[in-house]
């Protein structure tokens, strides 16, 4: 990588990438001299990555490409065999390397790069960054273990989606579920925390403002154990629900027992909300208190405990804690009894541990989603 954040691929040395395989010679190449593809089949060559100057024919569904082998990722990539050059694996079209599971628009990604001159790949460190070419390449990159172009892949990825180089052309804050999901794939798959924690953080806020469905993030969130998505997707997911069973059963994308754990959530959150409701956050003693357990800390407990019966709090769903919480907070912000009878030391600290009891809820919301119906072993 050059001082100016461009992939350099004469530092960078194209020939040290380790692939994930060797592709062994075959016994129709050992044993016989005819092509090992059928003849009827209609094959093309890429008409950019077909180069003059390649030695090593590679077929990508019925596409072929022209590679450089030598000083390139595919050097030690696969084992040719020995002996007669006209049948070695890659020598001409009759004869190409063969790689399957692989997509022609994936395998032409992957060349942009290897081919890129250095203010092409200065464009992937912009704002308008190509994401989802930058995706595809760490994904096959990854695959074939070219280890240094994949780091190279994902850290532009989360430059560019974090805002390093400006507002990106696609935002986070608009995006669908899919990108998302997608993105979050990428960033597991190729063990990037700071991007996975990018999308997870994104992801997460979205589906609380209600600006994205949960129902994607709860599968990723079961997945690959992600509880801080897991927690918020299967809470937003249980109130937009409300009360309302047919929803759940309707709702076709959810596994039975991913529907087991909504139900069971409910249950679980109905009953924290009975334990906090007649238990106020409690707070220390400030510097200056001289009457506080009977002073501050009862007016605290007992304005608690009239916010938490407050028609407004109540408006929300009986397993709507956080929602609950949040309406208490409002109402004691504004509380004359507050405001006058604790004193501003008390005040504030009352504040912070009612701020605090929020968030724990919050991080702690997977804890409650846990299926009920199952047996601990």
């Known amino acids: 990588m050059s001082d100016s954040g461009v992939l350099d691929t004469e530092i960078d040395g194209w020939e040290t990438l380790e692939p994930a395989r060797k592709r062994q010679r075959t016994s129709e190449l050992e044993d016989r001299k005819e092509p090992v593809i059928a003849s009827t089949e209609e094959l093309v060559r890429d008409e950019k990555y077909y180069r003059t100057d390649g030695d090593c024919v590679i077929r990508v569904e019925n596409?072929?490409?022209?590679?450089?082998?030598?000083s390139s990722a595919f050097q030690h990539m696969f084992t040719?065999?020995?002996?007669?050059?006209?049948?070695?694996?890659?020598?001409?079209?009759?004869?190409?390397?063969?790689?399957v599971g692989d997509t022609?628009?994936?395998?032409?990604?992957?060349?942009?790069?290897?081919?890129?001159?250095?203010?092409?790949?200065?464009?992937?460190?912009?704002?308008?960054?190509?994401?989802?070419?930058?995706?595809?390449?760490?994904?096959?990159?990854?695959?074939?273990?070219?280890?240094?172009?994949?780091?190279?892949?994902?850290?532009?990825?989360?430059?560019?989606?974090?805002?390093t180089y400006g507002l990106p052309q696609t935002d986070l804050a608009i995006?669908?579920?899919?990108?998302?999901?997608?993105?979050?794939?990428?960033?597991?798959?190729?063990?990037?925390?700071?991007?996975?924690?990018?999308?997870?953080?994104?992801?997460?806020?979205?589906?609380?403002?209600?600006?994205?469905?949960?129902t994607l993030a709860i599968?990723?969130?079961?997945?690959?154990?992600?509880?801080?998505?897991?927690?918020?997707?299967?809470?937003?997911?249980?109130m937009e629900m409300g009360s309302d069973l047919s929803k759940l059963k309707a709702d076709k994308a959810l596994s039975r027992d991913q529907r087991a754990r909504l139900l069971s959530g409910h249950w679980s959150l109905v009953k924290l909300w009975d334990r906090l409701r007649v238990t106020a956050p409690a707070f220390?003693?400030?510097?200056?208190?001289?009457?506080?357990?009977?002073?501050?800390?009862?007016?605290?407990?007992?304005?608690?405990?009239?916010?938490?019966?407050?028609?407004?709090?109540?408006?929300?769903?009986?397993?709507?804690?956080?929602?609950?919480?949040?309406?208490?907070?409002e109402h004691l912000m504004m509380n004359g009894e507050i405001v006058l009878r604790l004193t501003p030391q008390c005040r504030k600290a009352a504040v912070e541990s009612l701020w605090r009891t929020i968030k724990e809820v919050e991080d702690g919301l997977a804890d409650h989603f846990n299926d009920l119906t199952q047996c601990s072993e």
């Open 63 to 70: 596409t072929l490409f022209k590679a450089t082998r030598d």
């Open 80 to 99: 040719f065999p020995a002996g007669d050059k006209q049948l070695a694996e890659g020598s001409n079209d009759d004869y190409p390397v063969r790689l």
């Open 104 to 163: 022609v628009d994936q395998f032409r990604a992957l060349l942009s790069i290897m081919y890129a001159l250095p203010p092409e790949l200065q464009s992937y460190n912009s704002p308008t960054a190509d994401i989802d070419n930058l995706i595809t390449v760490a994904e096959i990159t990854n695959k074939y273990h070219f280890a240094s172009v994949e780091t190279w892949a994902v850290d532009a990825l989360h430059d560019v989606l974090s805002g």
């Open 175 to 214: 995006c669908d579920s899919a990108l998302m999901a997608r993105l979050l794939e990428t960033a597991i798959l190729c063990n990037h925390t700071r991007l996975r924690s990018l999308i997870v953080s994104k992801w997460t806020n979205r589906i609380l403002l209600r600006d994205l469905s949960p």
């Open 219 to 238: 599968v990723l969130a079961d997945r690959h154990m992600l509880r801080s998505l897991q927690g918020i997707a299967y809470y937003v997911q249980l």
């Open 284 to 329: 220390e003693r400030s510097d200056g208190c001289t009457f506080h357990n009977h002073g501050c800390l009862k007016v605290w407990e007992d304005q608690w405990l009239e916010a938490g019966k407050n028609e407004k709090t109540l408006s929300y769903g009986s397993a709507d804690v956080l929602g609950r919480l949040r309406c208490i907070k």
